[in-house]
């Protein structure tokens, strides 16, 4: 077994040698939480597994969902197409982080992440560059929301007390409180005029949404229901605010009305919950997240409630979704968040190395070194040699995606390797990129990214 073993790991880190390849076949009011698919190849092999595409109409445009996603290794910010296809970690490291707000001019996106014990805002130019801590005071900071004039940032904070509306320069500087109550009020959201600010408030009683002027002057009550209400989004004209309540039931909904509170209605409720509703500029469109496929995953759906599509279909938390104020492109110069080998050994396994990752029930080895190598085939598929240690027994499976582009994965599982311990694989990529790659036992998983190159 240690010969075995060995060779394979020598085979990954050196990329000497690949098997011949197959023919490529909720509550009422939630306390402040921090929460890309691939296109399948023509004729898979029984073995191989990969994520479904969404059934999404296509898009001649090119705007973009930022989004906090909890993904296995490699938690963060996350930009996506509309299709799901293309998906970006902007971060560019794993982080804790939530509520994604896209500043006017597009140049950057506010988030909020956890540093230590606390929750501390950032902002992040669009190259994932430039990341800057903006708080730095005792207690939690979240929910940013940009000034239309990309100058001011206000966000909701309990570093003295309840949770209370602050506004803070986008340098960080100048930190000033809007709100002054003894209950919770956060969840703002700048008007597009820049003139006021929606936001949660408990100040009555109820969670209910209202609207103050930019100043924190002249609150006013927007609904008023026994239900709660929250999450105030302003459509692009400034006359809608869409919003979360519970009022159908215990799982929240997207409700609209009118900027005045008037003439509420429902878009989307039942079969699961819906949060965070977020609009497009062209205020056509809705984005939301929600479990009604089973998952947090990312949708959007027409203004009117109908024809919801579904934007992300990866396992694992996805949500807080944030519109792209203009069109932009993905980064394809970013550096690919490689992860690093944890040294943890396998069982049975008499040499330590710190190329193994593993998580105790599931190991692989990675190259110490930088790219995952791999040499072409016939068939035009790259392909290398992948060892696998099972510390629990089921029979494995491997998934992949690109994450700085589309396309294709396929692996070769071979019987006969029994149902725990080591085993082999060949895998196969369509194109050099930044990959994430999954290993499935039992629903035990592990995730890791590699930067694929050609020998």
Known sequence: MLARTSHWIIVLVLSIGCAAPPTPTSAPVPSPTPAATVRPIASPTPAVTMQPTPAVEEHPDSYRIAFASERDNLPGIYLTDLRGRSVYLLTRQSMSADHPAWSPDGSRLAFTAQIGARHELFVVDMDGLNLVQLTHEAGDNFYPTWSPDSLH???????????????????????????????REEKPAWSPDGSHIAFMSTRDGQADVYVMQADGSNPTRLTDHPASDLNPAWSPDGKLIAFNSTRNGNDFGIYLMKADGTNVRSLLFGGGWYEKPAWSPDGKHIAFYSNRDGNADVYFMQADGTDIQRVTVQAGWDGQ??????????????????TTPNGRQPPDEQ??????????????????????????????????????????????TIEGRRLDGAGNFSADIPAGYGDRGFQATGVYF?????????????????????QVKLD
Request: proline share 7%; with cysteine.
């Open 153 to 183: 940032i206000a966000f909701a904070s309990n570093r003295d007390g309840p949770y209370q509306i602050y506004v803070v320069q986008a340098d960080g500087s100048q930190v000033r409180r809007l709100t002054d109550t003894a209950v």
């Open 351 to 396: 040499t330590q190395s710190t190329a193994y990752h593993g998580n105790g029930s599931v190991w692989t080895a990675l190259p110490e070194a930088g790219p995952l190598h791999v040499r072409r085939e016939g068939s035009g598929l790259l392909s290398t040699k992948l060892p696998w240690w099972r510390g629990i027994t089921g029979t494995l």
């Open 430 to 450: 369509s194109e050099e990129g930044c990959w994430e790659v999954v290993g499935r036992v039992d629903g035990a998983a592990l995730r890791y990214v590699v």
């Open 321 to 338: 979704p944030a519109w792209s104020p203009g069109p932009i492109g993905l980064i394809a110069a970013a550096d690919c968040p490689v």
